[in-house]
């Protein structure tokens, strides 16, 4: 029905109402029609108010068309249009500004140690101070701790050493930064195989294969694996490498990865074979030299080791392997050392 049609209902029945009212009639009729009437022009009058109201406000309809019942029967014609107004002027009140908890922090700087400052040692300074035992622990703590901070190749023969110290101290904090090394390639590997197990791929499983020989490698490089746990580590090494290069045989990496691998193991043959084809393949010359320059001086060949080294030399090589080259090419008068070598052997 019409909204303005129950709204003119309603005020009709609300006059009408008023009008019984005012008969100066003393009877209990009277007062019960004045009711009746004034009941259901608030009746019509809620129904026609509830579609004035705006929108946000007209839910729950059934409460909201009882609230404006009760305001227009209790409180004749002034109730409904009170909560009317009240509703019209609530719907264009101003926003309330909402203050935001938050607020833009600048990130502090970062401090090492909010107690000491930060201590740097050089490799011969930390090897120094840990191997004199009249130094005070906590100096030679700190210098162990600084073995964190320098490659494991360099750092865990330095560490293996300190578990043979005489202070507690060094023996428990050298074997707890081997023990988290270890433990943290072997998590390293236990997740590599199970990726392993559920690759279905040919790529997928090249990329799991190749990462357990890294793996096992990093362990033998680092010096973290010793006695029988380095052979298991360097089998494991070759067969994981064998078995990605069966599916990419010409991945230079693990040709390469493979060959120090075999010097490791001291099958010089293979992996001087091993390291050749990988710089067929496109691995720099530079890198391979220094391993097969190692085989041939373990096989006592000082000619191909000098001759090696000398073409070694055109190359920019690292302050140790200059060294090297400069004792065996540039130092003179040893040509004769070498041939005198060859005669002894």
């Known amino acids: 029905m019409n909204r303005f049609l129950l709204a003119s209902m309603g005020l009709l029945l609300d006059v009408s109402a008023v009008a019984t009212i005012s008969l100066k009639i003393g009877s209990d009729w009277v007062l019960f029609l004045f009711l009746l009437q004034h009941a259901a022009?608030?009746?019509?009058?809620?129904?026609?108010?509830?579609?004035?109201?705006?929108?946000?406000?007209?839910?729950?309809?059934?409460?909201?068309?009882?609230?404006?019942?009760?305001?227009?029967?209790?409180?004749?014609?002034?109730?409904?249009?009170?909560?009317?107004?009240?509703?019209?002027?609530?719907?264009f009140r101003r926003r309330e500004h909402v203050v935001q908890p938050f607020a833009h922090l600048v990130l502090p700087e970062f401090v090492l140690s909010l107690r000491e400052p930060e201590i740097k040692f050089s490799q011969g300074g930390i090897k120094s101070r840990l191997a004199h035992t009249s130094i005070p622990t906590t100096r030679r703590l700190q210098s162990l701790l600084a073995l964190q901070g320098i490659p494991a190749r360099v750092s865990s023969p330095l560490l293996q050493n300190m578990l043979s110290d005489a202070s507690d101290d060094i023996r428990?904090?050298?074997?707890?930064?081997?023990?988290?090394?270890?433990?943290?390639?072997?998590?390293?590997?236990?997740?590599?195989?199970?990726?392993?197990?559920?690759?279905?791929?040919?790529?997928?499983?090249?990329?799991?294969?190749?990462?357990?020989?890294?793996?096992?490698?990093?362990?033998?490089?680092?010096?973290?694996?010793?006695?029988?746990?380095?052979?298991?580590?360097?089998n494991q090494a070759l067969y994981y490498a064998d078995a990605a290069l069966h599916l990419e045989k010409e991945d230079t990496g693990l040709l390469f990865l493979k060959g120090r691998a075999l010097l490791e193991s001291g099958r010089y043959e293979e992996a001087q074979l091993i390291l050749g084809l990988a710089v067929s393949h496109g691995l720099?010359?530079?890198?391979?030299?220094?391993?097969?320059?190692?085989?041939?001086?373990?096989?006592?060949?000082?000619?191909?080791?000098?001759?090696?080294?000398?073409?070694?030399?055109?190359?920019?090589?690292?302050?140790?392997?200059?060294?090297?080259?400069?004792?065996?090419?540039?130092?003179?008068?040893?040509?004769?050392?070498?041939?005198?070598?060859e005669n002894i052997v």
């Open 41 to 91: 022009a608030s009746v019509l009058l809620a129904l026609a108010g509830w579609h004035f109201m705006p929108a946000k406000f007209r839910h729950p309809r059934r409460l909201v068309t009882l609230l404006l019942f009760n305001a227009s029967f209790f409180i004749p014609l002034l109730g409904l249009f009170g909560v009317y107004a009240a509703a019209q002027l609530s719907a």
């Open 172 to 234: 428990l904090v050298a074997y707890g930064l081997l023990d988290s090394r270890e433990k943290k390639i072997t998590a390293q590997i236990h997740a590599e195989l199970v990726n392993l197990r559920s690759a279905e791929s040919k790529e997928l499983r090249l990329i799991g294969l190749k990462h357990l020989a890294e793996l096992y490698w990093e362990m033998i490089y680092a010096g973290l694996a010793q006695g029988d746990l380095r052979t298991h580590a360097l």
């Open 284 to 341: 720099p010359e530079s890198r391979a030299l220094p391993y097969i320059v190692e085989i041939a001086f373990n096989r006592r060949d000082y000619r191909t080791v000098q001759d090696l080294l000398s073409r070694l030399a055109g190359y920019q090589v690292t302050p140790i392997m200059k060294s090297a080259i400069n004792f065996w090419v540039s130092k003179p008068g040893h040509q004769e050392l070498v041939s005198l070598k």
